[in-house]
């Protein structure tokens, strides 16, 4: 999927916590993540996305993530969900 779809998408969700949440519950199906987020709050998402087979795709800088995520501050995770 490229950038300028995700805020297309029907359903994203942004943040760790929600991202960990939906991937634990079975419900992405692609994890967004930023190049430059702080590794301590990626870490868990890579592992877990890795662990369900769930697609990865790096976006450049949390910026822009927020960006196609449609809010106006950074993020350092997001998801597609189904």
Known sequence: MSNDKVPQASNVIVGTKQTLKALKNGLVKEVLIAEDADHKLTTKVLSLAQEKNVPIKKIETMKK??????????????AIVR
């Not at 927020?66 to 809010?71: S, T, W």
């Open 65 to 78: 993530l927020g960006k196609h995520c449609g809010i106006e501050v950074g993020a350092a995770t997001a």
